[in-house]
C-alpha cells in the first residue's frame, strides 16, 4: 500500500498532465490565479537520488515538448529533507487541459522517483491580490512563508485584521508586503492561509524590519499594541519555513 501511495503521489508530482499553461510571474497572472502546491518529504540519505531522478525526468518532459513550467523549493529548516514544487493556473477550467509531454515520462517517475519519497501532500490555494504586493518577473531564490490556522468562527475578524494591517504597511511603505494565499480545502490540519516573501539571498533578509515595527511607527506603540492583541485573537497557530530555490530541477518560465 506504501508504495503504491508513492507512485500515484510521485505521478501527480511528474505527470503535471493538468495542463500546459506557464507558471506566470503573478504581475502577469489573472488577480486571482490558483497556485497548486505539492509537498515532498524524501526518504532519509536519499536527497541526492531525489534530486537526479527529478532531473532525469525533466529531461524526458522537455525532450516531448513539454511547457509547463515549475519551481522546486527545498525546505532549509525543519525536520528531514523536504521540498516543494509549486506552479499556477489561471481558473479552474484549466485542470481539464492535458499535458501529453508529461504522460509520456510517467514511466520514469514511478521507476526512478517514486522509491525516494516516503510521504506527498498537495494543496490548491488562490491568490489575494487585494492585500498583496506586485510581484516581479525574476524568480525567487529565496522564499520565507508563515502559515495561519485560524480559530473556528474567527475568520472575519482575521481577514479584517490582515487587511488593516496590510492598509498600514502600504502607507508607510508605498505597498503591502508579501504575497497572501487563502487555502482551498486541504484537510482538517491544513491552515487556511499563508503570507510568502521572496529574496534573492538570504542577505536580504538583514534588511527586513519587523512589520510590528512599521505598523507602530504609523499607529504608535498604543495603537499597535491594540491592533496586535486583538489580531491574534483571531489565530489559532502559526509557523514558519525558509524555502531555497532548486534551478537545476525546476523549469523556470
Not at 65 to 80: I, L, Q
Not at 91 to 102: P, Q, S
Not at 135 to 156: C, D, H, I, N, W
Not at 165 to 182: C, L, N, Q
Amino acid at each position: 500500500m506504501k508504495n503504491t501511495f508513492r507512485i500515484k503521489a510521485c505521478t501527480f508530482f511528474l505527470a503535471l498532465v493538468f495542463c500546459s499553461f506557464p507558471l506566470l510571474a503573478q504581475d502577469e497572472a489573472p488577480s486571482e490565479f490558483i497556485r497548486v502546491i505539492v509537498e515532498f518529504k524524501v526518504k532519509e540519505g536519499q536527497t541526492s537520488l531525489f534530486e537526479k531522478s527529478i532531473s532525469s525526468w525533466k529531461e524526458c518532459y522537455l525532450s516531448n515538448g513539454g511547457k509547463t513550467a515549475w519551481n522546486v523549493f527545498r525546505r532549509m529548516d525543519g525536520e528531514g529533507d523536504n521540498y516543494v514544487l509549486t506552479y499556477v493556473k489561471p481558473n479552474w477550467a484549466a485542470f481539464d487541459d492535458k499535458d501529453e509531454a508529461g504522460g509520456s515520462c510517467n514511466s520514469l517517475a514511478d521507476l526512478m522517483v517514486s522509491p525516494s519519497i516516503e510521504t506527498s501532500s498537495r494543496y490548491f490555494t488562490k491568490f489575494m491580490p487585494e492585500i498583496s504586493k506586485q510581484a516581479t518577473p525574476e524568480s525567487p531564490q529565496l522564499v520565507a512563508v508563515t502559515f495561519f490556522k485560524v480559530k473556528t468562527g474567527m475568520y472575519r475578524s482575521f481577514m479584517d485584521h490582515v487587511k488593516t494591517i496590510s492598509g498600514h504597511i502600504a502607507t508607510a511603505e508605498g505597498s503591502p508586503r508579501g504575497f497572501w494565499y487563502r487555502y482551498l480545502g486541504g484537510g482538517e490540519n491544513a491552515p487556511e492561509f499563508f503570507i510568502s516573501n521572496t529574496y534573492q539571498s538570504f542577505s536580504d533578509l538583514d534588511d527586513i524590519s519587523s512589520i510590528w515595527n512599521t505598523v507602530e511607527n504609523v499607529l504608535g506603540k498604543k495603537e499597535k499594541d491594540k491592533l496586535y492583541d486583538t489580531f491574534f485573537e483571531s489565530v489559532g497557530d502559526l509557523y514558519n519555513h525558509f524555502y531555497k530555490l532548486v534551478p537545476e530541477i525546476s523549469n523556470l518560465p
